[in-house]
């Protein structure tokens, strides 16, 4: 008899299959019509059935920031929003993950914390390039480097030597580099001269941020990787243009994946002039021409991974003047609600085109093996979706530690109704049940 059996479900992946789900140690053990029972029943029927989300993009900031995030607060946000695995970006934490022994800490902090598996980036930073054969080792998903200034000092931009030599060790150790691409000499110039004519306004630092920063930073980082024959990750593209400029260095060779965010899909400059600080982030949100374009990228096919870059502050920092303000959204609940209601039900993007943005594509790419798919011998990492069940995400609702966010409010169709965590229920009737801790995830070796 299998442990559990979830039961009726219309499966998200090909062909969309009505089909029973049984579960024994975590891990799927057999899909097919009318199983026999189990010591355990999930009724399903009526709902959708996707593989656990894996958020390959979020910053839960612990060590060191806890007061700013932390695991068991931000995996509690991610589990409410149908996540089972995230991946911790190098920073916000202190110490930030640029070497073996912060890797540790970092690891040790998120195993006592987070009830979601998680896996953690390295950082690329100029002087740490010899410390990443240590975090390859230690199991990393890739390394993380700013083309600008990533608002941290502890972690300072990578300058193109640093990058070109990250990326040459990184397709070495066969690896991805993942680049937060705007231009500094762009960005920083902009600011400084906005700076000398206007206060902080909204529109001062949209204009400081324009697109063209975001193709300028793509063309060499792809440049560059294609040069080092390395695999590169595009973190947040925000424009259409900028996607298109990605899949063209794609198609003449160059080993890229391109990931974009909820907010970037949901949200419009517009909408940073009501909401104010709260919606500061870089690269900025855009246009609705941009935004368009950017959707129409997504329809195309062009786009891999959606991720929330999820990177919250206190409030005293989310609020205020847009020169000070902390960048960065607090959206990690909201993913896969956004792709439902402004994708699947304004824009007929198919649930299992979804289904690849947030599961298929970020195992495939960043080799995490048994997830991403619901598949026999797979961990048994589900999400339960009724996608026309419509639900306003109210701030008691948001599991993170400060409840901010832009998405306060916001209506959405399409509701996760249940989070499965290697058979185990951790999310349902909004409430979190999770009894155990969550996972270490790590690569398998490169091909
Ligand atoms: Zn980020």
């Not at 190098?90 to 970092?106: E, H, I, Q, W, Y």
């Not at 974009?260 to 940073?272: G, R």
């Amino acid at each position: 008899m299998h442990d559990l059996v979830v039961r009726g479900g219309t499966l998200v992946m090909n062909g969309l299959p009505q089909l029973d789900i049984a579960i024994e140690d975590g891990v799927i053990a057999a899909l097919g019509p009318d199983l026999p029972g189990a010591a355990e029943e999930i009724d399903a029927r009526g709902m959708h059935v996707f593989p656990g989300l894996i958020d390959v993009h979020l910053h839960f900031n612990e060590p060191g920031r806890t007061h700013w995030e932390g695991a068991a607060t931000g995996s509690r946000a991610l589990a409410a929003g149908g996540g089972t695995l995230f991946f911790d970006m190098p920073l916000n934490s202190t110490p930030c993950t640029v070497n073996g022994d912060a890797f540790n800490r970092k690891q040790a902090a998120l195993a006592e914390t987070s009830i979601t598996d998680f896996a953690l980036w390295g950082g690329l930073i100029p002087g740490n390039v010899p410390e990443m054969a240590e975090l390859a080792q230690r199991g990393v998903v890739g390394f993380k480097a700013f083309l600008c200034d990533s608002g941290l000092p502890e972690f300072p931009r990578a300058d193109d030597v640093t990058l070109l030599d990250g990326l040459r060790e990184a397709a070495r150790l066969g690896l991805p580099v993942a680049v937060h691409a705007e231009s500094q000499e762009i960005t920083q110039g902009l600011t400084q001269r906005i700076a000398a004519l206007d206060c902080g306004s909204v529109r001062a630092f949209l204009a400081s941020r324009p697109v063209m920063a975001e193709l300028e930073a793509i063309h060499r980082a792809t440049l560059l990787a294609r040069e080092a024959g390395a695999k590169l990750h595009i973190v947040h593209v925000s424009s259409g243009r900028g996607v298109a400029l990605a899949a063209e260095a794609r198609a003449q060779g160059a080993d890229v994946s391109i990931e974009t965010c909820p907010h970037y899909l949901f949200f419009t400059e517009d909408d940073v002039e009501q909401l104010g600080a709260i919606a500061k982030c870089a690269p900025p949100l855009r246009a609705p021409a941009d935004q368009d374009a950017l959707w129409t990228r997504v329809l195309a096919g062009d786009l891999d991974i959606v991720a929330s870059d999820h990177s919250p502050a206190p409030p005293d920092m989310k609020s205020g003047d847009f020169r000070t303000a902390w960048g960065g959204i607090a959206g990690v609940q909201s993913t896969l609600a956004v792709l439902l209601d402004r994708g699947y039900h304004s824009r007929r993007l198919s649930l299992e085109h979804i289904s690849s943005l947030i599961a298929a594509e970020p195992a495939r790419r960043f080799r995490i093996a048994s997830k991403g798919g619901i598949a026999i011998g797979n961990d048994a990492d589900l999400t339960l979706v009724d996608v026309s069940r419509s639900k306003q995400l109210r701030a008691e609702d948001l599991k993170q530690r400060h409840a901010i966010s832009p998405y306060i409010g916001c209506s959405f169709r399409g509701c996760v109704e249940r989070t499965i965590l290697r058979g185990e229920t951790i999310f349902t009737e909004g409430e979190i049940t999770a009894r155990s801790n969550g996972r270490f995830v790590r690569p398998t070796s490169a091909s």
